[in-house]
Antibody, heavy 122, light 108 residues
């Protein structure tokens, strides 16, 4: 089965760091760009960041709200994508989802993780 | 920055009825970079439509997408019980992904 499993969420104090993982199975991970999205409690979906494949030198894009604080990386040998979150703010509290770019339409996302909750609070 | 506005906010319908969901963009978009998702409570989003009108794998043909420029539409021809959910439109442009605020389709 094609699957993404999100992990690493939890309760963290403002200003601290957290690293999320997205473990893929059932497909050739290195062939697909990956993205992270988030959803604050009771709110809509928000783009966080995107990483291209090795073919495109794993370049990244970020939402303005997280640029300079969050970093996406990938380890194709382990089929894992990471979201390193530094200098966390209370506004970063959300469920974080990783997702796989659609093979045909690379701007849509056809496989999603189940999400992992990040709560930033003192 | 492109803003996507979905309407209505909530759509109250009965099973078997037709649902028409709208997404309006603040400026003209390339339809090739437009998608629709379904999300149920406690679940991840599910891709329904990409490229404005192409159904994703496994999506029933009662779901159809259309539109161009600033106006895009998702139609559910006959609502099934499992279709009651929140629907989001999404656009990619200028190296960013933008979502509408969502339309909730609820049981009347």
């Amino acid at each position: 089965d094609v699957q993404l499993v999100d992990s690493g969420g939890g309760l963290v104090q403002p200003g601290r760091s957290l690293r999320l993982s997205c473990t893929a199975s059932g497909f050739t991970f290195g062939d697909f760009p990956m993205s992270w999205f988030r959803q604050a409690p009771g709110k809509g979906l928000e783009f966080v960041g995107y990483i291209r494949t090795k073919t495109y030198t794993e370049t990244t894009e970020y939402a303005a709200s997280v640029k300079g604080r969050f970093t996406i990386s990938r380890d194709d040998s382990k089929s894992i994508a990471y979201l390193q979150m530094n200098s966390l703010e209370t506004e970063d509290t959300a469920v974080y989802f990783c997702s796989r770019a659609h093979r045909i339409s690379g701007d849509a996302f056809d496989i999603w993780g189940q999400g992992t909750m990040v709560t930033v609070s003192s | 920055e492109i803003v996507l506005t979905q309407s209505p906010g909530t759509l109250s319908l009965s099973p078997g009825e037709r649902a028409t969901l709208s997404c309006r963009a603040s400026q003209s978009l390339s339809s090739g970079y437009f998608a629709w998702y379904q999300q149920k409570p406690g679940q991840a989003p599910r891709l329904l439509i990409y490229g404005a009108s192409s159904r994703a794998i496994g999506i029933p043909d009662r779901f159809s997408g259309s539109g161009s420029g600033t106006d895009f539409t998702l139609i559910i021809s006959r609502l099934e019980p499992e279709d009651f959910a929140v629907y989001y439109c999404q656009h990619y442009g200028d190296l960013l992904w933008t979502f509408g605020q969502g339309t909730k389709v609820e049981v009347k």
